[in-house]
């Protein structure tokens, strides 16, 4: 950043993590809901009685929810993101973890973007390998021991 033109001030940052793993509800044997529960230790219920048969109440068509919860470090909040989608043209459960900082808890000095980055990177990796934890997590390395050019996150 030339700084003999101006001082840095910015006004935001934000480091986002875009995470899919492929799941096609119509012909998957697990319903939507308990596959959030058991391979990404989310839950979301909606009440079985809005629904003509109780089984429709785990099977949404579409998802998409969004929780935003405050941080200490880095300073800011940390936005989870969890919806249906593609990837690679085939349906997938999409997650973004994303960490951000505004106003004044933006660093004003390009010294302390690492930190900051190394803060929001943490958060972001303790949010991807708590969710992913267990069989789905083993999936992941097994896929990376088998594919060298496919890493899990460094």
Excluded: C, M
């Amino acid at each position: 950043y030339p700084t003999e033109i101006a001082k840095l001030k910015p006004s935001q940052v934000t480091l986002k993590y875009i995470d899919a793993v492929a799941f096609d509800s119509a012909k998957s044997q697990v319903p939507l809901l308990r596959f959030l529960r058991e391979s990404l230790h989310t839950g979301i219920d909606l009440e079985p009685l809005l629904f003509a048969r109780s089984e429709e109440a785990q099977s949404p068509l579409g998802l998409n929810l969004t929780v935003t919860y405050g941080l200490d470090k880095p300073k800011g909040a940390v936005v989870l993101t969890v919806a249906n989608g593609t990837r690679s043209g085939s349906p997938a459960i999409i997650w973004e973890t994303t960490v951000i900082s505004k106003g004044a808890d933006v660093p004003n000095e390009i010294e302390q973007f690492g930190t900051w980055l190394d803060g929001a990177h943490a958060v972001s990796d303790n949010y991807f390998f708590t969710l992913v934890r267990g069989e789905l997590l083993r999936s992941f390395e097994a896929k990376s021991d088998a594919d060298d050019t496919s890493p899990l996150r460094d």
